[in-house]
């Protein structure tokens, strides 16, 4: 168990949907990282948070958007769905201390079925 | 920019036997190195980490890796397999002066037989 916690686990919508996936990192991390799996893409960077605020961006289509709460929580929101968005989307949050840079630890994933 | 190659995307090996997996990847500037290991319907696990200094890193569960620069790699290896380290592993990179995002190989699926 990382201690990074997501829900839902699993996701059934339609296209042409909205759904939002939640994220709540361990405790005392202050950024958190989104990525989606995909058989065609593999593992893709999407979004980082540290402490509310956005820090980097990656691949992330427009029709997605994510934001972090006071608490530390995330959301991501996905909208205007399509098939080709059915995939495994992972949380991460990093700790920030010497000796640990960069280190991740990984939530058990949504996984988004698009039907 | 940077990028990863994970030279094999499935090593199968038996019981007992010592196993490699092979990384190189590519970036203009530092970076730190990792390999995850993701277990069926699991999220990924971090196996261990090359920040700086020795080059030979010992991970969790039996497992090192070396960092050489001059060939851009960083091979992930285990002396002797367990059934239970069939998984996916998966190499990946970060700008030593990024805010951290991890760009990732492809991965390499390491299904062990009795």
């Known amino acids: 168990d990382s201690g990074v916690t997501q829900t839902p686990k699993h996701l059934i919508t339609a296209t042409g949907q909205r759904v939002t996936l939640r994220c709540s990192p361990r405790s005392g991390d202050l950024s958190v990282y989104w990525y989606q799996q995909s058989l065609d893409q593999g593992l893709q960077f999407l979004i980082q948070?540290?402490?509310?605020?956005?820090?980097a961006k990656g691949n992330i289509l427009e029709r997605f958007s994510a934001q972090q709460f006071p608490d530390l929580h995330s959301e991501l929101n996905l909208s205007s769905l399509e098939l080709g968005d059915s995939a495994l989307y992972f949380c991460?949050?990093?700790?920030?201390?010497?000796?640990?840079?960069?280190?991740?630890?990984f939530g058990p994933g949504t996984r988004l079925t698009v039907l | 920019a940077q990028s990863v190659t994970q030279l094999d995307s499935q090593v199968p090996v038996f019981e007992e036997a010592p196993v490699e997996l092979r990384c190189n990847y590519s970036s203009s500037v530092s970076v730190y190195l990792f390999w995850y290991v993701q277990y069926p319907n699991q999220g990924l696990q971090l196996l261990l980490k090359?920040?700086?200094?020795?080059?030979l890193v010992k991970g969790i569960n039996g497992f090192e890796a070396e960092f050489n620069k001059s060939q851009t790699s960083f091979h992930l290896r285990k002396p002797s397999v367990h059934i239970s380290d069939t998984a996916e592993y998966f190499c990946?990179?970060?700008?030593?002066?990024?805010?951290?995002?991890?760009?990732f190989g492809a991965g390499t699926q390491v299904v062990v037989t009795p």
């Open positions: 090359y920040l700086s200094g020795s080059t």
């Open positions: 990946a990179v970060s700008e030593a002066d990024s805010w951290g995002k991890l760009q």
């Open positions: 948070y540290y402490n509310g605020e956005e820090r």
């Open positions: 991460a949050s990093q700790i920030h201390s010497p000796g640990h840079y960069n280190e991740q630890f």
